[in-house]
Every structure is written in structure tokens, then in C-alpha cells.
């Protein structure tokens, strides 16, 4: 029988926090399949998921060597029979009362390809939380592209959606291993395929924000660049090279590209060293190179006429507003 949602969490020496994400899974109960995917951990981990597939009918453990965040959700897609699927990473969890809301809109709303939600950037250290809302999506009704508008800086992040997996199985995701930032190709690829989309306004997911060692933490980036700056590229080439330029979707697509580049470039550029800003540099060549048109465009955009340039006082302009937006939102 087809579950209703599945629920991949990808786990790498999880041991302590494990516990307080999938506790606030199994309430789901038999409507949700919840696979634990215990990628060569060292720790505790492996047993703990597997005291957990023991103890609850609808918990499947899955033992792989190390591959990484990717490798983890790749191989949790091939066991997952929900009609939906949504990744949960193994330091966050689900708010209860919105858990619940989601799964009865989920049952009994329209079948759609995205469903889309809230999250809370949660900093319990500091007591501090930011929910991320999409005020200007139309609520609880199914819509299209022509009707996403968004705030300013805001895009779909893997934490607020929940694909239909029909539609990852026609866009045959792949995420590569052994590599951080593959969310933002799990999030970007299957859109093609995205025609109806649905927004409850719960919140939902509480994105845990604290570990020194969490692919967020601006030293950790600029630790792993050379992995993000890998991934951006790959967003590039399936731009150009996958995304109808007329299609309903496209403007939305060439706006999560914009963003990511800026992400990228704005810590390169944090980074300071000379060998950063040269990072920087050969992005933006490389998006010259492979799409010409996209380029033009993304460097005379609000974002690319401060990050594509080099000049010191440009950095600073770009430096202190991400400090400032860093302090805004929470989001590391």
C-alpha cells in the first residue's frame, strides 16, 4: 500500500541529535514511510537507526559506505514508495501541530507537484528563531508559476518543499557524492517538471542553526568553496542547457541561479584572499563562457553589479550588507 509521504533523512554520525529529529517523525504514523540512511557513520548512529526500524513498522534503515549528503538522499529516493517525498536532514525535526496539517492537506487536498510550507531557522543556543514565510503566494489553493512572486532574497529551499515523486522520477535527479550544497540541485533540477503547486502557511520544519562543524557556518564554506562553487557550476550548465527560456517556470529558475551565484560570490569575496576573489572571477567567466545571455543579464542585475566587479570598495558595500542580512535573517 502507498504511503502518503516519505521521509529520506540522510545520516552522518548523528548519534547526538538524532533522536529529537525522528521522534518528530514517527507520529505520522502509517501514513508516512520514514527511511533512515546511515551513511558510514562511526558514531552510534547505525545502531540507533536500526533500534528504530525495530521498534516502528513504517522506519526502513539503509547501511551504505560513506558517499556523502548526496549519496544518502540518492539512495534513499530508490526505496521511497510515498506519493510524496521530502528530505529532512538528521539535527532538524517537524513542529507537531504543523506535521499534522500537512499530512490531512496532503490526504485529502489536490495532488500536486510541489507542496510548499514555512520553516524556522531555529537557534536554540541563543534562543533565537526567524520563520521564513512566502507571504505573497496565494494560500491553501493550488497555483502556477505566472502566480510565484516572492520577497526580495527569498527562493525555495530544500527545507520548505515537498516534491510529488512522479516529478522527481521524471527529472531522474542523480546528486553527486561526497560533496555539500547538493540540496540546491535537488531544488532546482525537478522545477521543469513543476506545473501545480499548493502553499500552507504552517510552520513547518525547524532548521537547527549551531554547529561549528554545519555546511552553513561561514568558515565551513569558505572550507568547502571549492565544492560550492562545483555545484553552482552545475547549475549553470543545466540552465543553459535543460531550461526552456520561455517556458513558465524559466524567470523563477533564472532567479534561484542568480541567487546562488550571489551566495557564492559574496563569500569568496568575505574570504578576502587573493585566491578567493580569483575564484570569483572564473565563476563569472564560466557563466560568460557557457551562456552569454545569461550572464549580460545576471551582471547588470542588483546582485551581479556589486559581486561580478573587483574593486575594494565594491567589497565593502557587499561584505557589510551581508552582515547585516546575516543578522536579519539568521540564516548561519
Not at 500500500?1 to 554520525?13: H, Q
Not at 527511511?35 to 545502531?47: K, N, W
Not at 496539517?101 to 507542496?115: A, I
Not at 557550476?233 to 517556470?249: E, G, M, T
Request: proline letters at 4%; charged letters at 25%.
Amino acid at each position: 500500500m502507498e504511503k502518503l509521504l516519505s521521509l529520506i533523512v540522510p545520516c552522518y554520525n548523528s548519534a547526538a541529535y538524532l533522536d529529537r529529529c525522528v521522534d518528530s517523525l514517527t507520529p505520522g504514523g502509517e501514513r508516512v514511510q520514514i527511511i533512515l540512511v546511515d551513511d558510514g557513520s562511526t558514531d552510534f548512529t547505525p545502531r540507533m537507526v536500526d533500534d528504530y526500524a525495530a521498534k516502528y513498522d513504517n522506519v526502513e534503515a539503509i547501511h551504505e559506505a560513506n558517499v556523502g549528503h548526496g549519496g544518502a538522499i540518492n539512495n534513499g529516493l530508490k526505496r521511497a514508495s510515498g506519493k510524496y517525498v521530502k528530505i529532512i536532514d538528521s539535527d532538524d525535526w517537524l513542529d507537531q501541530v504543523a506535521y499534522r496539517q500537512v499530512l490531512d492537506t496532503l490526504e485529502k487536498g489536490p495532488e500536486v507537484d510541489l507542496f510548499l510550507a514555512n520553516y524556522v531557522y531555529d537557534k536554540p543556543a541563543k534562543h533565537r528563531q526567524k520563520v521564513v514565510k512566502f507571504p505573497r503566494l496565494p494560500k491553501e489553493q493550488v497555483f502556477s508559476w505566472p502566480q510565484v512572486k516572492l520577497n526580495l532574497g527569498q527562493y525555495f529551499m530544500l527545507h520548505s518543499v515537498t516534491y510529488n515523486r512522479k516529478v522527481l522520477e521524471q527529472a531522474q535527479v542523480t546528486l553527486p557524492t561526497k560533496v555539500s550544497y547538493d540540496d540546491n540541485i535537488f531544488v532546482f533540477e525537478p522545477m521543469v517538471h513543476v506545473k501545480t503547486m499548493y502553499y500552507l502557511p504552517v510552520d513547518f520544519y525547524h532548521y537547527f542553526i549551531g554547529r561549528d562543524d554545519q555546511s552553513v557556518n561561514e568558515s565551513v564554506m569558505l572550507r568547502k568553496i571549492d565544492q560550492q562553487i562545483m555545484i553552482n557550476k552545475k547549475l549553470i550548465v543545466f540552465y543553459a542547457s535543460q531550461v526552456d527560456k520561455r517556458a513558465p517556470y524559466a524567470k523563477y529558475m533564472n532567479y534561484f541561479l542568480e541567487a546562488v551565484t550571489g551566495v557564492t560570490s559574496v563569500i569568496l569575496i568575505r574570504g578576502k584572499k587573493p585566491e578567493y576573489l580569483a575564484k570569483k572571477d572564473d565563476l563569472w567567466r564560466f557563466l560568460k563562457t557557457y551562456d552569454l545571455a545569461t550572464y549580460k543579464k545576471l551582471r547588470h542585475r542588483l546582485v551581479g553589479l556589486f559581486v561580478s566587479r573587483d574593486n575594494r570598495p565594491t567589497r565593502h558595500v557587499v561584505s557589510w550588507t551581508y552582515l547585516v542580512l546575516q543578522r536579519l535573517y539568521s540564516f548561519n
